[in-house]
C-alpha cells in the first residue's frame, strides 16, 4: 500500500522558518511535489522536484523563500523561509507514478499557521 506522510506543520510568527518532510512507502516515485489549500481557497501548486537531475520548480508566491529538496530513499522536504500569513495553510505532499507532473499519490496534509 502506497503512503505518504507529512511532518513539520505548526505555527510560526511571520518572518520565521519551519522544515516540511514527507516520506513514502509501498513504491519509489521519480517526480514528487509540494501543494497547498488555505481556507476557501483552491489546492495550488507549491514546488516539484524530478529525481533525474535533481531539478525544481516553484511557484512565482514562493520562489526565493521555500526550497524543496529529496533525501534518502523517497523522502522530500520543503524548508519554508521568511513565512509570511499568507503561506497559512494546509500542505499536501504529492507524487506521480507517471514521472509527470500529474500527480496520483497525496498525503494527508499538515497543517502550516502563520501569525503576523
Known amino acids: 500500500q502506497v503512503q505518504l506522510v507529512e511532518s513539520g506543520g505548526g505555527l510560526v510568527q511571520a518572518g520565521g522558518s519551519l522544515r516540511l518532510s514527507c516520506t513514502t512507502s509501498?513504491?519509489?516515485?521519480?517526480?514528487m511535489g509540494w501543494f497547498r489549500q488555505a481556507p476557501g481557497k483552491e489546492r495550488e501548486f507549491v514546488s516539484g522536484?524530478?529525481?533525474?537531475?535533481?531539478?525544481t520548480s516553484y511557484a512565482d508566491s514562493v520562489k526565493g523563500r521555500f526550497t524543496m529538496s529529496r533525501g534518502n530513499g523517497n523522502m522530500v522536504y520543503l524548508q519554508m523561509n521568511n513565512l509570511k500569513p499568507e503561506d497559512t495553510a494546509i500542505y499536501y505532499c504529492?507524487?506521480?507514478?507517471?514521472?509527470?507532473?500529474?500527480?496520483?499519490?497525496w498525503g494527508q496534509g499538515t497543517e502550516v499557521t502563520v501569525s503576523s
Open positions: 504529492a507524487a506521480s507514478s507517471w514521472g509527470t507532473d500529474e500527480y496520483n499519490y
Open positions: 509501498g513504491r519509489t516515485f521519480t517526480v
Open positions: 522536484i524530478r529525481w533525474s537531475g535533481g531539478r
